[in-house]
C-alpha cells in the first residue's frame, strides 16, 4: 500500500518567531561561552600570580630542577622549577564548550538566510518542504 503525502500549510510568521528564537539560543550560548572564557582566563592568571605567594608561604615544595644553558651568554642560564602543591590547591575549572565553533557559525548563517527568505515573501503560509528544510532548527 502506498503511503500518502500529508500536505499542511504553517503559518509563515510563526516559523520566522520560531526561527528568530532558534537564532538569539546560539548567538546567546556563544556570547555566554565567551564570556566564560573571559572569566576562566582572569581567573587563570590571578591563580597565576598567586603560585608564588602559595609557595613562599609553604605550601609548596619543590620536586626537581633543572637548567638550561646559554652557551653564547653564560650570565643568562636559566632554571626550571617543578613545584608541587597539596590537593587542596586547585586552578580554575575551564569552561565546557557544548558546540562546534564551525558549527553553530553555519547554523546561525542559514538561519538568519532563512529569515531573510521568508521575511521577503508575501505568503501567509509556507509549504511543507519549505518548512522541512527549516525545521531541524525548530525544537
Given at each position: ?7 499542511v500549510?504553517?503559518s509563515?510568521k510563526?516559523?520566522i518567531d520560531?526561527l528568530?528564537k532558534?537564532?538569539?539560543?546560539r ?10 572564557v ?13 603560585l608564588?605567594e602559595l609557595?613562599?608561604s ?9 637548567k638550561s ?12 622549577l617543578?613545584i608541587?602543591f597539596?590537593?587542596?590547591v586547585?586552578?580554575?575549572?575551564e ?6 565553533d564551525?558549527?553553530?557559525?553555519q547554523?546561525?548563517?542559514?538561519l ?5 527568505v521568508?521575511?521577503?515573501?508575501d505568503?501567509e503560509?509556507i509549504?511543507?518542504?519549505?518548512y522541512k528544510?527549516?525545521?531541524?532548527f525548530?525544537?
Amino acid at each position: 500500500m502506498a503511503q500518502k503525502t500529508i500536505s499542511v500549510k504553517v503559518s509563515t510568521k510563526k516559523v520566522i518567531d520560531a526561527l528568530e528564537k532558534a537564532l538569539h539560543k546560539r548567538k546567546t550560548q556563544i556570547a555566554d561561552y565567551e564570556k566564560a572564557v573571559k572569566e576562566h582566563n582572569q581567573a587563570e592568571k590571578e591563580f597565576r600570580d598567586s603560585l608564588a605567594e602559595l609557595f613562599r608561604s609553604g605550601k609548596g615544595k619543590v620536586t626537581s630542577v633543572s637548567k638550561s644553558y646559554n652557551y653564547r651568554n653564560e650570565d643568562s642560564n636559566k632554571y626550571e622549577l617543578s613545584i608541587e602543591f597539596p590537593a587542596s590547591v586547585k586552578a580554575p575549572k575551564e569552561p565546557k564548550q557544548e558546540f562546534r565553533d564551525w558549527e553553530i557559525k553555519q547554523e546561525i548563517e542559514e538561519l538568519e538566510n532563512a529569515i531573510a527568505v521568508l521575511k521577503m515573501t508575501d505568503e501567509e503560509t509556507i509549504s511543507t518542504s519549505t518548512y522541512k528544510g527549516v525545521a531541524r532548527f525548530i525544537k
